[in-house]
T-cell receptor, first 115, second 108 residues
Framework: GAGVSQSPRYKVAKRGQDVALRCDPI?????LFWYQQALGQGPEFLTY????????KSGLPSDRFFAERPEGSVSTLKIQRTQQEDSAVYLC?????????????FGEGSRLTVL | KNEVEQSPQNLTAQEGEFITINCSYS?????LHWLQQHPGGGIVSLFM???GKKKHGRLIATINIQEKHSSLHITASHPRDSAVYIC??????????FGKGTLLTVNP
């Protein structure tokens, strides 16, 4: 596709429910990032993939969060047993190269609301 | 103290005014991004710079690495410039640290 595509755009979950958020990066982009953005805050790093390898998952807030990119293209962020504090916009970004000292392309985000 | 501080947090301007948004950071960086985020979440990269100044249309970004400071200027502001502007610093090959953003509202 022309840009980074995320789905769903909006998700309302009941506390305790599992959710899966999808990111389809720009074709051929090596690097893929997930960020979490709470209301009124800047995005915060969650995890980084270089092709299918998850090189850094230090930003994942708990073991309820899991991300994968099995074929080096589409990525899924899964949140198990959602809590209210998980409510945020989840942003995906991709980059052609292995560094961000270059252009970074963001998706529209998936807004998760946990009731 | 946040590693990346932006000021002001909120800015309201009249159409046509010259606007400046500031970003200060406390860590060593290799480069800095200025990003624009419209309501609804989508983020667009405006500039990536590691020294000096860049210009794109009515937007100008400057950085002073020694002073750990960058500014984003908008000349002849327009209501369509209303958005959140975010500064993000590059500390390693892939890790960005973001400021909280500056909410700009340009009134007609």
């Amino acid at each position: 596709g022309a840009g980074v595509s995320q789905s769903p755009r909006y998700k309302v979950a009941k506390r305790g429910q599992d959710v899966a958020l999808r990111c389809d990066p720009i074709s051929g982009h090596v690097s893929l990032f997930w960020y979490q953005q709470a209301l009124g805050q800047g995005p915060e790093f969650l995890t980084y993939f270089q092709n299918e390898a998850q090189l850094d998952k230090s930003g994942l807030p708990s073991d309820r969060f899991f991300a994968e990119r099995p074929e080096g293209s589409v990525s899924t962020l899964k949140i198990q047993r959602t809590q209210q504090e998980d409510s945020a916009v989840y942003l995906c970004a991709s980059s052609l190269n292995t560094q961000v000292v270059g252009e970074l392309f963001f998706g529209e985000g998936s807004r998760l609301t946990v009731l | 103290k946040n590693e990346v501080e932006q000021s002001p947090q909120n800015l309201t301007a009249q159409e046509g005014e010259f606007i400046t948004i500031n970003c200060s950071y406390s860590v060593g960086i290799s480069a800095l991004h200025w990003l624009q985020q419209h309501p609804g979440g989508g983020i667009v990269s405006l500039f990536m710079l590691s020294s000096g100044k860049k210009k794109h249309g009515r937007l100008i970004a400057t950085i002073n690495i020694q002073e750990k400071h960058s500014s984003l200027h908008i000349t002849a502001s327009h209501p369509r410039d209303s958005a959140v502007y975010i500064c993000a610093v590059i500390r390693s090959n892939y890790k960005l640290t973001f400021g909280k953003g500056t909410l700009l509202t340009v009134n007609p």
